[in-house]
């Protein structure tokens, strides 16, 4: 049930969005999302309704997460409680 | 890692930060044997898939809680449900849901009787189904943790066909990670927070938990190294002692949730106790569709008494498996008389089903 790969906004049409699930259109609903969505827009989608819109720079985010949690634990075993 | 080569933006595959990941997690170990229980049918995909399992330090063991929706639909849901269709109503239900074994029959099987079952992909194709079939009753059967209830509130609360009833049998996760922690005797050390879950109710929805029962809870992401890094969060929460909330998928979660879902899900149902099949009621943990909406309730609409049931096949370890107390190779049954084909419990029917899992990616995937 639980899609968690993000899929790509397609087209929008008020309440409904068209989007691309791995080559696949799909039909998804907007109406629990409570964002704005636009063409191009990634969403995270739950049967059948978006439920977020993902930004591809959070990605980037993250990976730099990744290498602050490296650094950190690099020579400090016991280092200081997460941000 | 089986696909090192990203895809998307939103693929974290690189095999050498997963080295750098699990050279962290050794280094780290904790001094005796922990166990972290996730509850996602997804998170338990993907840690078998690409054998995560095998970069965790010694002692240190992951193991899917009661992740699987559709495991967990208690049997009397299930017999309602296939006495609607027997009774000839349309009932609509997503896939899994069609093959689970109820007190005596599986909806598939009530289909085979004549029964109209049709699998849907989301709740508002099951109201579509009514606007179609105006002439008749369509029930949807709705299962599913905060990710799908959303979607059902969305289609009660948009005036759909008065033809159309739902049976909610929707669970709430919070109440069952404490339901699972409270349970002596196995220890569980620490919980990975379901990612998409957590993007509904908010990394904030897990505080009470976290700190009633002082068990560290970290929502995890999807990707292989959205896991790993969870998990390296919990091991130094556990090394540093301190039992917290954390959010490891940030692009995904906030503190807060997305709040226009948690709207919909309070106008449309309200907190009841509810029974998880294998582990019994708990508490707080179902959604009851409220009194306002009742027209379209589908246990006031139309009730059924539901058989007193068998919960547990012969042998079938599921709620043993549910409970994050054994993985599916304890089970006897697995992979002998237990498969996909011919599945014994509904760990292996539910494809986020921890024996269903192990199955389809290789069996005990942590050698
Ligand atoms: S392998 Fe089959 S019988 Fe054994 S616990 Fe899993 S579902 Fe039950």
Redesign the pocket.
Known sequence: MCLAVPTKVLAREGNVATVDVQGVRARVRLDALGEEVQVGDYLLVHAGFAIRRLDPADAAETLALFQELFALEEGAPSGPPAP | MTEPRPTSPFELRDPGQAREFASLLRRHAPPDPVRIVHVCGTHEMAIAQHGLRSLLPEGVEVLEGPGCPVCVTPTVDLDRAVKLALGGVIVCTFGDMTRVPGTRVTLAEARAHGADVRVVLSPSDAAEIARQNPGRRVVFFAVGFETTAPGTAAVLLDSPPENFLVLASHKLIPPALAALVAEPPVRIAAFLAPGHVSTIIGAGAYRPVAERYRVPIVVAGFEPLDILYAIALVLRQLREGRAEVENAYPRAVTEEGNRRAQELLAQAFEPSDAVWRGIGTIPGSGLRIRPELSRWDATHELPVAAEEGEDK?A????SE?LLARAV?AD?P??RAS?TPLS??????VGSEGA?NVWYRYGGRPDL
């Open positions: 096949p042998g079938c370890l599921c498996v599916p089970c049954l697995f237990c599945p014994v419990g509904p760990c292996m024996c």
